[in-house]
């Protein structure tokens, strides 16, 4: 309608927890807020993030450029096919994982 290219975008699926609901604050998820207050690295978020989006294969923290160059058109596509077959899910043993070293 302004005349510009329509914005182009991808809805990236939720995360949910082990029995299949959908995290959310108002369900008592942790926010990242919180994750980093308890002293959560934006590395260990990041790996994790990687691993249940199917970008790597094994937990294992992550730089953000590293991230960011495992996050293509091609493996958001591949994401978004993905999770129309089963949603990603966050368990205790990835929380555990993620909280572990903290400070």
């Known amino acids: 309608a302004l005349g510009h290219a329509a914005p182009r975008w991808w809805h990236v699926p939720l995360l949910h927890d082990e029995s299949g609901v959908r995290l959310a604050k108002r369900h008592g998820a ?7 207050e308890a002293g959560v690295t934006r590395e260990r978020v990041l790996g994790l993030l990687a691993v249940l989006s199917g ?10 450029d590293d991230f960011r160059s495992l996050v293509t058109r091609d493996t958001l596509r591949s994401l ?3 999770e129309q077959r089963a949603p990603a899910r966050f368990t205790p043993e990835d929380f555990a994982w993620l909280s572990k070293n903290s400070v």
């Open 55 to 64: 970008f790597r294969p094994a937990r294992g923290e992550c730089a953000l």
């Open 80 to 82: 978004v096919v993905r």
């Open 30 to 36: 942790t926010s990242l807020s919180a994750l980093r």
